[in-house]
Structure formats: C-alpha cells, structure tokens
C-alpha cells in the first residue's frame, strides 16, 4: 500500500469516528475476528452438526435407546445397526444420539446456571466490595479448596442420583470460579473514570453494576460459559464411569462409555465404547475451538 | 520468609476448623446410616428394632449432632481417625495401606506432567508457527478434551491388548515387590494421568514464555549481545517459570480428581479407589478421612506455591 492509499485510509477512519460512524464497524470486529478464526468456524460447524442431530435424533434413527433385542447383543456394525450394538442388543448410534440429548443439556444447562449465580454475585459483590464481598470471596474459596470430584461424590450420595440434582450439584460447585473471573473483571472496570460520572449522578448501585459494567465484561464470561460447558461433560462422563452420575437407566455419553469397565467388552467389542467416546473428545474438543475463538475475539490486545 | 510461612500455616486453622465442620454436616446429611449397610437384607428379618437400636448406640450413633462433631474432632487432633464401619479397621491403617499407592501414582505424574509440559510448551513458543509447535497444539488441544478414562482405555487396548508390553492394571504381583519389579504397573497409570495433565501445563507455559519474550529486558539481553540459548533459558525462562510453577499448584485438586478415577481404570488400590468404594457403602468415617485429608493437600499445596513464586519473582513481596 502506497503512502497516499493508507493516508486517504486514515482520512477515512477519522471521518467516520468523527461522525460516529465507527462504532458499527467495531461491532463486527469481533464477528470479523471470530470468522478469521479456522479453528472456531470448525469447532461451530462441529457443536451445530452434533447438537441436531441429537436434538431431532428421532429423525435420524429408527431404532429406540432403550429397546432391547436379545437376538441381536454385541453385533458388530452393520447396515441396520450402523454402529452396532450393546451387551443386551441395543442400537449404539441410536443410544449416542439420544445420551448427547442429556449429556448437552447437562452441561450447557450446568454451565448457564453456575454463570447465572456466579456472575450476578461477582457482578454486584465485586462493585460493591466490602462484607458482602468478603463473605462470598470466602465461600469460594473454601469450595474451592475441594477437588471437584470429591465434593461432587459427596454430594450425590447427599441428595440422591438423578439428572436434576446431578445439575444442581454442578452449578453449586461451578459458579465459584465463575464469580472468580466476573468479580476480577468488575475490580478493573470500577477504576475508570465513567463509573465515577455516573456515582455522581446518583445512579443506583446495582444499575451501575448490571447496566453499565457487565456489558463490558461480557467477552470473558462467554469464553468461560463455553470452558464450562466442556467440563460438565467431561465431569458428567467421569462420574457415570465411577457409578456415581446419571442413573444407568438414562442413557449419557457418561452411561454408554461405562460398560468399558468390562474388559471382554473393552478388548473384543470396539464399537461399544469407541464411537462413544469419540464423540465426548469431538464435542469438547468443538466446544474448546469456539471458546478460544471467542477469547481471540473479546481480547483487544490481541491483533489480527 | 519463616514469618510468612508461619502466618501462612495459622491462616489455615479457622479455614480447616470450618471445612471440617462442613464435611461433617454433609457427611450427617447423607440418607441412611452405617447399620443398614452392615446389616444384610436377608439379616435384617430376624434383628429387632430394639437390637438394632443398641447397635447404633454402641456405635455413638444417637448422640446428637455437634457432640459428635466436637468428639470426632477431639479424636482426629489425638490422631485417631475412627474406624471403617463395615470391616471395623481403624481408617488411619486404611488410609497408611493405600496412601503411599496414591502418592507413587501422584508424584509419578506430577514429575511428568510438569517436566514433559514445560519443556513442550518452552520448545514451543522457542519455535512459534514450526511444524512442531503446531502438532504439539492440536495434540494439546485434544489432550484437554479427552475424558481422562477413555484415554486409560485406548492405552489398556494399544499397550496391554495388542502390543502385550504392560500388565492390565494392579499394583505389583505377589513376591516381586521391590520399586522396579513393580515399575511395569506404574507406567502405563502414571503417563496416563501425567499426560491428561500436561496439556494444560504445556498451553500455559507457552503462552507464559510467549509474554516473557516480548517483554523489555529480553531486548535488552539481546542487545547486550548474549548468546541466543542464554537470553532464552536464563532471561525468559526463570520469569516465564513463575505462573507455571502456580498453575501446577493449582492443578493440584485435578490431580487428587484425576487420580480417583485413573485409580479405577486401573484397579490401582489407592486412596481413590477406597473414596470410591466408601462413597458407595456411606462408610462415612473413611469418606470424611479422606475429604479432609484433600482439601489439607490443597491447602498446603497453596501455600507452597506462594512460597514458590516468591522465590522465582523478586517483584513478589513477601508481606
């Protein structure tokens, strides 16, 4: 680019700062960024082909998850049973379409509540600072303190197996480190000089902190929702392998990959647990792609 | 530094005393007690109410709720951790039989976690946008995203089916128990659950030196006319080491988490495997042993890192 091209460039760009123009054009440098990104078009693709066909996987299989035929156990894949089936004559594909049913809706909706909980308390904590802050500073800290999946174990065995309280066991233990990252982000934003103008104004505390500061921690909350989402799975596959996640009866990707355990199973009948696990390592892995993306995109230090 | 450690250690007190207190609140909250489990349906028939009650009182069942918090306090400071409530063996001897399993099987890990991972990451970001940096970050990539289990699997299937190198899982066959009679059953545990956590070791401490070699004083050093190999190894290196060296720390709790469900896969008698099979039976003494005995390693763990990056970081005071 010549001296004079890139010259009428910045006539351009500061014309339309000038004129308030510019601001359209920031909006879509996040979109812009976000299409650049490969990886992130390849993880979208990927969690939108899954999601569907899980969604409307009666459309895509003839077979019900739950129906056995004992005529028909540990077949290899074949053109009626394109993944084969189980121990006791279930269709595989059919079981793997209708556990990512639950398996997403476990982790999407664990992800989106432990975001609700954590970010509206790091939100105004984190604007409000002093007892109250203090006070949920120190709650997380000592759930945090736990390993996961012990607290998680314990918990089960509290309330009981079932989907529900699997969830709700996931946000109580997950919404601390998402209150973690909004409370860091509102320390930072509570420095800068528009939310002094708008304490004089006499602006209610908690408008401050849900209007006008949360839009603008929005980037790093996504990218986290998305981390989340991948962990519950993975979580939810770990607990059904120790016998302590969705009920059997249900099936999950966590469910089906149980009967690995099974060492005949895991040695002589492949299509039972591979397939299976391949599609959890595809699904995160898609989900993975799109939260970096996202990060790239949010992150303005970060060019290109 | 010894004024800090020992401030460190006392903030700890209050924390332990409330999270001791927690896990035996949810420990109480759990459905059922230890007599319906040491008791066999078909039993159960022919005990009466009445015995079943003396049974519970014998076992300090009827006292209530805080009593039994303060006496099983009491017992732990005495170093008595109570007994298993199905076999009736005293938990810390569970716990010394299956601890030093967990530990080979953690630091095994931890060593390879932490070597393989920064020298991947440091060779990565030494050699940004190479062939190299690039497999090594899809091969991150899916190591992030695999269930730890699986991956067990896959390498039961590769290494004990197929190629018939390593045993399937146990610890160590009876006679042959010296540490490398039994190092064929560590490995395949141990890269297993050292390779689940070396991915995230390795994008952190690529990402970290990336930053280091951006900053000033590498130009600096670099315009001092230093050796490449030096600029690189003793200027980035030691700095980009401090948030590594916390994100380890940190990983502590995966580790502990790790090792629950590895330990499964691989039938390894450890720690995990006995959580495992008390959270199953609501053996409730072990349950809690080992809860405490956790978050205690986390929170050490934490405090060591402190310690850690106090010495990596000069910028890091003390205070």
Redesign the interface.
């Known amino acids: 680019m010549g001296t004079r091209a890139l010259q009428k460039k910045m006539d351009q760009i500061l014309y339309r700062e000038q004129h308030g123009l510019l601001k359209s054009s920031n909006k879509s440098r996040a979109l812009r960024k976000i299409l650049a990104n490969k990886l992130a078009i390849i993880g979208l693709v990927l969690f939108v082909a899954i999601t569907i066909l899980c969604v409307f996987a009666p459309l895509f299989t003839p077979y019900q998850p739950n129906s056995i035929d004992l005529r028909n156990r540990l077949a290899p894949p074949t053109f009626g049973h394109l993944l084969g089936t189980d121990q006791i004559g279930r269709d595989i594909w059919t079981r793997i379409l209708f556990g990512g049913r639950i398996s997403i809706f476990v982790g999407l909706g664990s992800a989106l509540g432990a975001a609700l909980i954590g970010v509206s308390l790091g939100t105004y904590a984190g604007y409000r600072g002093g007892l109250l802050d203090a006070t949920v500073m120190k709650i997380s800290?000592?759930m945090?303190?736990?390993?996961?999946?012990?607290?998680v174990?314990?918990?089960?065995?509290?309330v009981?197996q079932n989907l529900w309280n699997l969830m709700y066991i996931f946000i109580l233990t997950g919404w601390s480190s998402m209150y973690r990252m909004a409370r860091s982000q509102m320390l930072s934003i509570r420095e800068q000089e528009y939310i002094q103008a708008l304490r004089a104004f006499g602006i209610s505390k908690a408008i401050i902190a849900f209007k006008h500061m949360l839009p603008n921690a929005i980037g790093p909350i996504f990218v986290n929702i998305t981390l989340s989402t991948?962990m519950f799975i993975?979580q939810e596959?770990?607990l059904s392998?120790?016998?302590?996640g969705v009920p059997l009866d249900q099936p999950t990707w966590g469910n089906i990959?149980n009967v690995?355990q099974d060492?005949t199973i895991?040695?002589e009948s492949?299509w039972v647990?591979l397939p299976v696990?391949v599609a959890?390592?595809?699904f995160?892995?898609a989900i993975?792609?799109i939260g970096d993306g996202l990060r790239d995109a949010a992150d303005p230090t970060l060019i290109g | 530094m010894i004024n800090f450690i020992i401030r460190k250690i006392l903030a700890l007190i209050p924390?332990l005393v409330?999270?001791s207190f927690?896990?035996f609140l949810?420990?109480e909250?759990?459905?059922g007690d230890a007599v319906d489990f040491m008791i066999s349906p078909e039993a159960l028939s022919t005990v009466s109410p009445a015995e079943l009650e003396a049974l519970r009182d014998e076992l300090g069942l009827n006292d209530p709720f805080i009593v039994r918090y303060f006496i099983w306090l009491a017992n732990i400071l005495r170093g008595d951790f109570g007994y298993s409530l199905q076999s009736g063996v005293p938990v810390s001897q569970l716990m010394a039989n299956t601890l030093p399993a967990t530990l080979e099987l953690t630091v095994a890990a931890l060593l390879i976690s932490t070597l393989l991972g920064s020298l991947l990451g440091v060779v990565s970001a030494l050699r940004k946008g190479s062939i190299a940096d690039n497999v090594l970050t899809v091969a991150g990539?899916?190591g992030?995203?695999?269930?730890?289990?699986?991956f067990g699997?896959?390498m039961?299937?590769v290494f004990v089916?197929n190629l018939e190198w390593l045993p399937?899982g146990g610890r160590m066959t009876p006679g042959r128990e010296l540490f490398f009679q039994r190092l064929e059953y560590l490995v395949l545990p141990a890269v297993v659950l050292g390779l689940a956590l070396t991915a995230g070791v390795m994008r952190y401490s690529r990402a970290s030196m990336l930053d280091s070699l951006n900053k000033d004083y590498i130009k600096t050093a670099r315009s001092k006319g230093l050796k490449e190999w030096r600029i690189n190894l003793i200027h980035g290196l030691r700095v980009a080491m401090t948030p590594v060296a916390v994100l380890i720390g940190f990983r502590l709790?995966?580790l502990?988490?790790g090792a629950?469900?590895i330990e499964?896969v691989f039938q390894w008698q450890g720690v995990g495997q006995l959580?495992?099979m008390a959270?199953?039976s609501?053996n409730t003494p072990i349950?809690m042993m080992?809860?405490f005995f956790?978050?205690l390693m986390?929170?050490v763990s934490?405090i060591l890192v402190d310690i850690v990056t106090a010495i990596l970081d000069p910028r890091v005071k003390l205070s």
């Open positions: 800290e000592i945090m303190s736990f390993p996961q999946i012990i607290l174990s314990i918990l089960v065995t509290i009981g991948a993975l596959a770990a392998f120790l016998g302590l990959l690995a060492l895991l040695r492949w647990w696990g959890i390592t595809v995160v892995l993975n792609f | 924390m409330v999270i927690l896990i949810g420990v909250l759990m459905p990539m899916i992030v995203a695999i269930p730890q289990f699986l699997l896959v039961i299937v089916f399937v709790p995966m502990i988490g629950v469900v499964q959580f495992v959270v199953r609501q349950i080992i809860a956790s978050v986390v929170l934490s």
